[in-house]
């Protein structure tokens, strides 16, 4: 053992073994007619709270992957920052043992809940270093930590690893792939590791640890393709070790392994499957062949597999199949050949699709695979293209669609029932799209969007929808140019969809065309009220179907009701309309493998109040009859419940803006109010000014009562004057609760700029068709009048920030108003008539349907709507202009084209206006790179804070940067904290 690694070791044997555990009592609403109990302050420092500076960011982590043991005795997550080593804690839920595993990512609890699994990360600081210098990455390490009694073993160099969904006795995994030796003289004779015999036949067994065939003509050794894979039994640590495995995969029980050896030695590759337990495995094929696409059935009793042959060998017996599907079954010597190119049912020219693989269905007696026409071959003396593009108006799809996928390799669905040998295509070239589930049974829905392809540029995408008959592959015609869902119900006996003319539920027998309207008898609306698109609203949505699809439960705005797909008999199942509270239903606690909603158990609601925007969980005793009852209701935000698996444990998040997300524990779900705090992610949040958020109601310039969110400091002072940020999309106000953790970004962000002496504001924006622009200035400046009433602000100092959809309507509101000090708007649309006809390339969509249809919101096309095209767009109104406008736009735009943001700018130069764009090469619509987000957020901060804090003016303000020196500005000491100066 090297010393670096007795250091790790030991490390390691000194986990922290704590019994101390936060338990502080999750507040309680008490009482339900409005008042929230506000959450005491948590222990207050000593020192004096300071705002927020860029070098804090990194001090800021994040929970990751929280679970339940299936016991639910332990919780187990990872605490990390966005750089740096991240830390894996698992904690008795009892308040027991805890242990913290350093670097500890991606933990996985065995299903008997006895070992946790994990990896280990390299530490950051030596990954980033290798990453800088352009070396490989640094291996990772593999962690198995006995819970009973603490046992901690690391082995190094691990690929991955793999735990079977329903098996606790073994693990598998791969390590790193070694770089082979010069060969020593004299030759080698044989490696000694578990590997298939030289020249093996098909159905053959091989003892386990058998060495190579003896007798081998010595020869440098290949570069394995494989790597080594170790099975570890868990309780006896005991392994062993299969070399050059390039893929394996365990049935569900975690009875048998599947794997795939390729070591460049052909006789001794192939696909072998290990009975755990039992000596020798199975050689399901051997020599020379690609073999991919592994699949168990549900029992574990089935396996299914492609071959193919290798490139330089020659092909197979079974009639020259490019590749063909295999089966074995358990108690069978030998795996059989189930489809080729000639198998009966597969069309001619057609073959196995190039990278498809088969799958089982649940019932195990069928499978799921692609085909493809076979591709043509290539011309021996071809044509050397011409790099043009010809555009037709007859084109279903434009040309810039068209080559996002023209590479694609086109492939089909089909079904093979393995008792009766039958295959089934079920779709081609020219025929609807099918979609086959793993709990399909019969019937399944086909989609054709051919004859609409066009109607995407400017409308929404139709389909006409076809039942398909698995059996045979006969399909019928049941709607014409749908818009809205459309889905089985899961036992197949109803076809459902959404009528966007009629706005609700229909729903017909499959074998009947008798039609029943799902919210006849539902006096309250099922489509979205409060959507204000120029086209048909959607609808709420569905909860799912009972047992034996004997009703459907749908939703209202505010409530829940079960439906009759018989007669369209309604009973409404919650009640929140009076109080405006909207009950969603959750699946806490279903069996995940059954899709039916039941009837006789306890559901559990997600609630929210409209109004105070509280938020909690109701409990209905059963679908049977009653109503739900409150578990809790806080002025918070709650993130889902996890349940454990065979307990009535639950592990939850709340957050407020001023509250982290942290983890709650309750012993089950009717002790949520009495639930304590797991963990306490952030406790540095009390040294910084911080801020707090409430709900704000205002009048639109129409009249219109809506919504806001108000960010103030926590220090806030009614004496002194603050300046004001605001932000804005659209509805923002169901963001009251949102913790908004300090970081870099895009967009601003709130926590910093409220420790620094901003009030944010988060207004509502709802719209009037053909005036997006006006509709958000009716909006946003009465939002920002009622908040300077409410609250100190100097009206000197307001400024403004969005992007995207944002960013135009405040490059719209600058035209009209001189309200602002300073705005940035990043990748505005400023010119509507361009935009309409520009091009999303991230999508090579055309942009008009969003004008027509979705968010731009004109309503048509722009010879129906001139005028409103030009109202709305700032370009025309450039010269009104008076504010110092800041932009991001970047060169890789998928969503907006970057010539929006040249355009306005250009203009605002040609003026005389003062105006910064900054563009980040290759990036998209949002930032991605950390580097490019930490430079953007500085000087995003430095324009607002010169412009509403007074602060210096920036150099890149005063004189620009000029080409040759972009990006070189040294930002490190802005995010490195200062060395302590106390003597």
């Not at 994040?62 to 639910?72: A, E, F, K, N, V």
């Not at 693989?357 to 011309?379: V, Y």
């Not at 209905?620 to 709650?638: M, V, Y």
């Not at 008076?882 to 998928?894: E, M």
């Amino acid at each position: 053992m090297t010393r670096t690694r007795l250091a790790f070791s030991l490390a390691f044997c000194l986990l922290a073994l704590t019994t101390t555990h936060a338990q502080q009592t999750l507040p309680a609403r008490v009482n339900g007619g409005g008042t929230i109990n506000q959450l005491q302050p948590a222990t207050p420092s000593l020192a004096p709270k300071r705002p927020l500076k860029h070098y804090d960011y990194e001090l800021w982590k994040s929970i990751q992957l929280p679970q339940l043991s299936r016991d639910g005795k332990w919780a187990v997550y990872v605490i990390a920052p966005t750089e740096g080593d991240g830390t894996l804690y698992i904690r008795s839920t009892s308040g027991g043992a805890s242990y913290e595993i350093p670097r500890g990512r991606g933990p996985q609890v065995t299903p008997d809940s006895r070992f946790v699994i994990f990896t280990i990360a390299p530490p950051f600081a030596e990954s980033e270093k290798a990453r800088k210098e352009k070396k490989p990455a640094l291996p990772s390490a593999l962690g198995i930590l006995d819970i009973t009694t603490g046992k901690t073993e690391i082995m190094e160099k691990v690929r991955r690893f793999t735990l079977a969904t329903e098996g606790s006795r073994w693990l598998a995994y791969q390590v790193e792939k070694v770089a082979p030796s010069p060969p020593a003289s004299g030759g080698a004779t044989g490696s000694g590791k578990d590997q298939p015999p030289a020249g093996g036949r098909q159905g053959g067994r091989r003892p386990a640890g058998a060495p190579g065939a003896a007798g081998a003509t010595p020869q440098a050794p290949a570069a394995p393709v494989g790597a080594d894979l170790v099975l570890r039994e868990l309780a006896t640590g005991q392994s062993t070790t299969l070399a050059d495995v390039t893929d394996f995969t365990w049935n569900k029980s975690g009875s048998r392994l599947a794997y795939i050896v390729d070591s460049k030695d052909d006789p001794k590759d192939g696909l072998f499957v290990r009975e755990l337990g039992k000596d020798g495995d199975l050689a399901l094929s051997t020599g020379a062949a690609t073999l991919r696409g592994l699949d168990w059935d549900d029992a574990g009793e089935q396996l299914v597999f492609i071959k193919a042959p290798k490139a330089a060998s020659p092909a197979p017996t079974s009639g020259g199949a490019v590749a063909a599907l295999w089966h074995w079954k358990v108690g069978e010597a030998k795996a059989t050949e189930l489809v080729t190119e000639k198998t009966v049912g597969v069309p001619t020219g057609w073959q196995l699709a190039d990278g498809g693989s088969a799958r089982f269905l649940k019932d195990g007696q069928r499978l799921s695979l692609a085909l493809a026409p076979k591709p043509t071959p290539k011309p021996k003396d071809p044509i050397e293209p011409i790099n043009v593009d010809v555009w037709s108006s007859l084109d279903p799809l434009l040309q810039t669609m068209q080559k996002l996928r023209a590479n694609a390799k086109p492939s089909y669905p089909a079904l093979l029932n393995l008792k009766s040998g039958k295959l089934v295509v079920l779709s081609g070239p020219d025929q609807p799209t099918v979609a086959v589930g793993e709990d399909t049974k019969r019937w399944s829905l086909g989609r054709d969007a051919k004859p609409y392809e066009q109607l995407t540029s400017w409308d929404q995408s139709y389909s006409d929808l076809y039942l398909v008959d698995l059996e045979s592959g006969a399909k019928k015609k049941v709607l014409t140019k749908q818009g809205g869902a459309a889905l089985l119900s899961p036992n197949e006996k109803y076809l459902v969809w959404w009528s966007q003319e009629q706005k609700t539920w229909l729903c017909r027998g499959i074998d009947s065309e008798k039609v029943v309207d799902l919210g006849a008898k539902i006096p309250h609306a099922l489509w979205n009220v409060d959507d204000d698109h120029p086209a048909p609203p959607p609808p709420y949505g569905s909860a799912g179907w009972t047992a034996n699809d004997k009703s459907i439960l749908v939703y209202d705005k505010y409530d829940l009701w079960e439906v009759n797909p018989e007669n369209g008999e309604a009973r409404q199942v919650t009640g929140g309309r009076k109080a405006r509270m909207t009950f969603r239903m959750s699946r806490v606690g279903f069996d995940p493998d059954q899709p039916a909603v039941p009837t006789d158990k306890p559901i559990l609601f997600s609630v929210t109040d409209e109004t105070s925007r509280a938020e909690g969980f109701w409990r209905l005793d059963s679908l049977k009859d009653g109503r739900p009852t409150k578990i809790a209701l806080d002025d918070c935000s709650f993130g889902a419940p996890v349940k454990a698996r065979d307990a009535d444990t639950v592990l939850f998040t709340r957050e407020r803006f001023d509250q982290f997300p942290d983890l709650w524990l309750a012993p089950r779900l009717e002790k949520i109010p009495q639930a304590t705090k797991l963990t306490d992610a952030n406790p540095q949040q009390h040294e910084f000014v911080w801020g707090k958020s409430q709900l704000m109601t205002y009048t639109t310039g129409d009249g219109q009562k809506l919504q806001a969110v108000l960010t103030l400091p926590d220090n806030y002072d009614p004496n002194k004057k603050y300046p004001l940020m605001v932000y804005i999309y659209e509805r923002m106000a169901d963001q009251l609760h949102n913790y908004v953790r300090p970081g870099v970004g895009t967009s601003i962000n709130v926590s910093r700029f409220v420790s620094n002496g901003y009030i944010v504001l988060r207004p509502d924006i709802t719209y009037r068709t053909g005036y997006p622009g006006e509709s958000a200035m009716k909006c946003v400046l009465p939002a920002i009048q009622e908040a300077q009433h409410l609250v100190s602000i100097d009206d000197k100092r307001i400024g403004i920030q969005g992007h995207s959809w944002g960013a135009y309507e405040i490059t719209y509101l600058i035209t009209r108003s001189n309200l602002f000090r300073a705005v940035e708007a990043g990748a505005a649309v400023s010119n509507m008539v361009s935009a309409y006809g520009g091009i999303r390339y991230e999508s090579g969509m055309s942009r008009a349907f969003q004008y027509e249809r979705t968010q731009s919101r004109i309503g048509g096309p722009p010879w129906t709507d001139p005028l409103k095209y030009i109202e709305n767009s700032p370009i025309f109104w450039v010269d009104k202009v008076q504010t110092p406008y800041l932009s991001i736009h970047n060169d890789a735009d998928g969503a907006v084209p970057w010539t929006q943001g040249i355009e306005f700018f250009s203009a605002l130069r040609r003026l005389g206006k003062e105006a910064f764009m900054f563009n980040y090469n290759g990036e998209g619509h949002g930032l991605t790179g950390r580097e490019n987000m930490k430079h953007w957020t500085v000087h995003m901060a430095e324009f607002f804070d010169h412009y509403l804090l007074d602060t210096p003016r920036p150099d890149w303000m005063k004189s620009g940067v000029p080409y040759t020196e972009r990006g070189v500005r040294d930002l490190r000491p802005l995010y490195t904290k200062p060395e302590s100066k106390t003597p």
